[in-house]
Each structure stands twice: as C-alpha cells, then as structure tokens.
C-alpha cells in the first residue's frame, strides 16, 4: 500500500511537470527602417491577456564609442501620458551596458531581462533611451495616443520622440518586442510596483532611517487566493540580506485584482546615494517564477546632498563623453524647452564655436565638459547642480570656467539662478548675463553669500538661437567646465617653505582656489577618491626625518619664529604652547612600520602612497608636517604648509 501511494505521487508529479503551461517567447514589432532618429521614445503597451515584456530589441546606428541602452517604466503602471516630462514619476527598470550597435537594416538584440508584468486589459507605459545622443531609429509618424500595431496579446501605443524626459515630436521606434504569455496559471501572484515611500529628488528631500516600504501584489493565476492567506514577502537593499516579513491577504485576492502590503520593518533610505531596492513574494504553490520580484531604485536628494567644502565638479565622473545624462545628483531641466538640442551635453570636444578640448585636463579627446549646441533653438536650456548645503558656510563664493565666442551677431547667453530649496523661490540671474567672450576658457567668479545657511540648488540657464535667423549653422556655442563652490577664507595660513618643508596631496590648492607656489599662504585642500591612490609628496633637505600630524583646521593658531605657524589643532596648551588635538601619524625617526617612507632621503624628496578604501564622501583629514633642518633657518625645524582633503 505505501508503495503504491508512492508510485501515484510521482505519477502526478510527472503528470503535473509535463502540462505546466507554455511559457514560448513571442515577439511584436512596429517596423524598421526610416529616419527619425531620436535619443530615446516613450510609448505604451496594453495587455489583451496576461503578458510578461521580456526584452527589446532596437535598430541602432553603428559607432565606435560605448554607450547604454535604459529601459523605464511608469511607477504606477500607467499609461504614459501626462508623464512624458517627468522622471519623477518613472522607475528604471533595467540597463544594458557597452552595448553594441549592429547599424542600420538589422536588429540590435539586447538581454535586457525586463520582467514586467501586464494584466489583461492594463496600458503600461514605457520609456526607453540610449545613453549618448547619437540615438535609435524610429519614423515620425503615429497618433499618440492610437494602436500602431498589435497582435492577439499585446497593443502598441504610438508616443513621442524624446530628448532626456522632454517630449519632442508623435514618433515610433523601431522595435522588435519579445515577451511571453504566463500561463494561464491556477496560482500566480506578482509584484508590480511599490507604492511608498515617494521621493522628490528635485528638493532635496532625504529619506530617513525609518521609512515605510509599502508594495502592490496582483494576482494573475486563475484561482483566487483565500482569504486569511499568508504570503512571505522580502525586501533586500543593494543586494544584503533580506528582510522578510507575512503579508496578510486578510480577504483574499481575486484573480486580476491587487493587493497592497506595507512592512513593519523600516526602509534605511539616508544614504545620499542611490538606494536599490529587491522586493519579493514567494506563495506556496506559485507556479510562475518569472514576476515574482522586481528591483525599484530610489534616489533621494537628488542623488547627492553636499556638505563638504570645497566642491568641485570637473566631469570627469561620467564614463565616457556623447551623453546627455548628467553627473550624479545633477539634472537637466525637463520643461524648459522642446525640440532637438535642448539639453546639455556632456564632450571632451567640439568644432566651430564649441571648446576643443576641457578646461581641466587641455588634452583632446580626454577631459570632460558640459556645453550648449547652438544648433538648437530654445530660450533657456538649464542644468541644476546637485543639492549644496551651505548651512556651515559663511561666505560661500562659485567659481567656474566658461566658453563663449561669439561668431553671430545676436549672441546668446548664460545666466546663474538659485534655486532656494528652504522656500521653493527660485533667484534668477544671480551672475550674468555672460555672453561673447575671448576665445579660450574664461574664468567666472559668483558671490553666493545672500543664500548662506541655506540649502540651495544652482542653475546654470543657457539660451539657443540656431546660430541665427537665416543661418543654418551654429555660431555662439556656450561650455562650463570647473565648476567649485567654497568658503572665502582668510588665507593667513603657513605658506610651503621651498628647500626646507613643501608637502603636496595631488592638485593642491588654497581655500580660496589659488594653486599651491612659493609665497602662496595657505591652508590648501586637495581631493581624493574612494579606492584610488593618495599620494602625499614632500621636499626639504636631503636625508631628514617627516613627522606627519593631523587634527582640526585652524589658520594660524600657533605661530613660531624660524619655523613657521600651524593650520591644525584646538586651543593651545599653556605649559607646552602647543595646540591640543594634533596626533602624530607618522614619524620619519622610527624604523617601524610606514615610519621609515618619511624621510628626505639623499635627493630632498620623499612620497608615500596609499590606496584609499571605499569611503563616503566628505572630509578625510587635515595634515601638516614637522620636517627636520640643518639649522641654516635659524632653527632645527620647519612647518610644512596644511592640507584639508577631501573625499568626492
């Protein structure tokens, strides 16, 4: 008899594995070939029975340099429009990266990995763009809003050509669709989206430790699910443990109706950068794996808050030049104009009106910068910085490099805005109008002290012409590159002291951004970055031991004749007149340990390096040196000059 009930138990199961339903991969397509190629298109896709979009597959012309191909849908799994404009309301879904084109006439195949369930008679709309802005295929034609194509499960919706989320004008891509129908399943559940917390990364608005995670579940099995049910749910952050929680389906699930959970267990969303968040169902009994979890990305305050000063941003973040999408925690303005070259875009070169090369490195085809093409026609193209908390800073001053020649006769021009996050109020024209300029990057100096203590955003609001009213050709390109903001300080601080104590940490600079030289008073910062090499440099008499100290920086707290004065330290201490709060972190008189790099040596120069680990961004340390003399100086040592660095 036992035997028996076991042979009947496989039976089923094998009964069971051979008729599970089919999941064959199907495909719709709008069409290839046409010219209307845009840098991405937003469209809608309306399920006729339950579908799962798998992929897309896109025609894309041929070059040489990497790019990506993203893929966005509608937070709330709606329709397009009304949204075309507004990243706010779109979550990304998947990216494929270095991505490489097959040119015009065949289909680019991408494993994009998509998984995005549809139901039965919901319109979800999609948004998918490159990168660069070299652009896909598509053809101007279509009524937004209307069928272009279909087939017995899926719609296709026409939509719009887009720059980065600025709708431009009815077009359709040229797309090959690969998706599957599920089933029908007796028991499917999927999670769709989730439904909080909302971010507006436009303000600023930082999470907190505590935030509620709240998701939606659809069922898309053909049996209800009973009331009183529980389904373990689970949600991970940047690929950690999950947490996993019950979800009481108190009163059941009809099939095709939603569900909503909301965890107990609080969401850390604090962090200033992106925050990427796994949720996940798993029902006993779900015979649909393939929808059972899907990834949303917040991005609070805007991707970035900065605290640390100075900041600086020279571009060179971005991966590779052609793009459209800017640094973390910068946007581009999305209402201010439409129509082609109405973003800016991020090169390391140009032609006619546009740099050659950045401001940053000169070489060509290297550095990075930020430049308006005046191929474009629009009143105010605008680039916002990320959110800058000045609320520790009493005399914030910008500083950026601009290029501006002007061929035309009616020139175009750049303006800085505020955009005051405390009360929404944006101050416009804060600096400019800058227009025709010399050739070559022109420095610009902006007095930020009207909005210190707040936490502001900067806009950099450029304008197009088209060149001008009958010429076809571009002829006032507008570029920025350098752009730092900080805190005008005394500049009271020890100079380096050349042949007796100069210490250097990568491009060195002074609190008010001039170049680390020879009767420069200091103190000077530096910046570094999380897992690359941190070189400190030293110079002063051959063969002569470094004491490495650090602590607070404080100008000139404590000077000494014939040694110098010191950047670091708190009050200082009556019986030694020395400043407290300084620690010896390497001492060039011992032999253990990095203590012996800390020496002249026969040449007068010394350099110890050491790879930094993944730090958050802010203030690393302050360091100043003690270095050995012969006495010529008048005394046996001398006071190198201070170094604040910084990690970005």
């Known amino acids: 008899m036992v035997l028996e009930r076991a042979r009947r138990a496989i039976l089923i199961l094998v009964i069971l594995s051979t008729s599970a339903p089919s999941l064959a991969a199907q495909q719709l397509t709008t069409l290839m070939g046409g010219s209307a190629r845009q840098y991405g298109f937003v469209f809608d896709l309306e399920a006729s029975t339950n579908v799962i979009i798998d992929s897309f597959d896109l025609e894309l012309i041929l070059n040489f340099a990497p790019f990506d191909i993203e893929v966005w849908t509608t937070q709330d799994g709606g329709s397009y429009v009304g949204r075309e404009e507004n990243p706010h309301d779109w979550t990304r879904v998947s990216v494929q990266e270095n991505v490489i084109p097959y040119g015009q006439g ?30 896909m295929e598509g053809n101007f034609i279509g009524s937004p809003g209307a069928i272009y194509v279909q087939d017995g499960n899926l719609k296709f919706f026409s939509g719009f050509g887009t720059d980065y989320f600025k709708k431009r004008q009815p077009a359709v891509p040229n797309t090959r669709i690969s998706y599957h129908v599920p089933g029908p399943f007796t028991s499917d559940l999927a999670v769709t989206r989730v439904l909080a917390p909302v971010l507006d990364p436009l303000f600023c608005s930082v999470g907190s430790t505590g935030e509620t995670l709240q998701i939606e579940i659809l069922n898309l099995g053909t049996a209800a699910i009973a009331p009183g049910t529980f389904i373990p749910v689970s949600y991970a952050v940047n690929g950690g443990p999950p947490v996993s929680e019950f979800a009481l389906a108190l009163n059941g699930i009809a099939p095709g109706a939603t569900f909503s959970f909301t965890f107990t267990t ?53 991966p590779h030049a052609n793009l459209l999408v800017p640094p973390l925690g910068w946007t581009q303005e999305t209402a201010d104009s439409s129509g082609p070259y109405t973003d800016w875009h991020f090169e390391d070169n140009g032609f006619g009106t546009a740099p050659s090369v950045d401001h940053t490195t000169g070489i060509f085809w290297q550095g990075l910068f930020a430049y308006l093409n005046d191929q474009g026609d629009s009143a105010a193209i605008a680039l916002r910085s990320p959110c800058l908390d000045l609320s520790g800073i009493m005399n914030p001053e910008l500083v950026f490099w601009v290029y501006s020649v002007n061929n035309n006769s009616a020139p175009n021009s750049l303006f800085i805005d505020v955009l005051d996050l405390t009360n929404g109020q944006l101050t416009t024209a804060v600096h400019g109008p800058i227009q025709g300029l010399p050739a070559g990057w022109q420095k610009q100096q902006v007095d930020l002290s009207a909005f210190s203590g707040q936490l502001v955003r900067l806009v950099f609001r450029g304008n197009t012409d088209h060149g001008n009213p009958t010429s076809l050709a571009a002829s006032h390109d507008i570029a920025i590159d350098d752009i730092v903001v900080y805190d005008v300080v005394p500049t009271n601080g020890q100079p380096m002291q050349p042949g007796l104590a100069e210490f250097r940490v990568g491009y060195t600079r002074n609190m008010n951004l001039v170049e680390i030289a020879p009767g420069i008073d200091g103190p000077f910062f530096s910046r570094v970055r999380p897992e690359e090499l941190m070189l400190l440099e030293y110079a002063g008499q051959p063969n002569q031991p470094i004491l490495l100290l650090g602590g607070l920086l404080n100008p ?60 958050p961004p802010g203030l690393l340390a302050t360091f100043q040196c003690v270095m050995r003399t012969d006495g010529t100086n008048g005394s046996y040592i001398a006071l190198s000059n201070a170094i604040k660095v910084i990690v970005e």
């Open 106 to 135: 065949a289909w680019t195949p991408l494993q994009l990995d998509l998984n995005v369930s549809i139901a039965a008679g919901q319109k979800r709309g999609f948004y998918v763009a490159r990168t660069d802005y070299l652009g």
């Open 266 to 318: 609080p969401l850390d969303l604090s962090s200033i950068a992106a925050v990427n968040v796994t949720v996940a169902q798993a029902l006993i009994g779900d015979l649909n794996p393939n929808n059972d979890s899907i990834e949303h990305v917040f991005r609070p305050g805007g991707g970035k808050r900065i605290t640390a000063f100075p900041w600086e941003e020279t571009f060179e973040s971005l």
């Open 556 to 615: 000139a707290v404590a000077a000494y004749a014939n040694i110098g004065s010191l950047d670091i330290g708190g009050p200082i201490n009556p019986l030694t007149g020395i400043p407290s709060g300084i620690v010896i972190l390497a001492d060039g008189n011992l032999t253990d340990g990095v203590n012996p790099f800390f020496n002249t040596g026969p040449t007068g120069n010394a350099q110890f390096g050491v790879t930094l680990p993944n730090l």
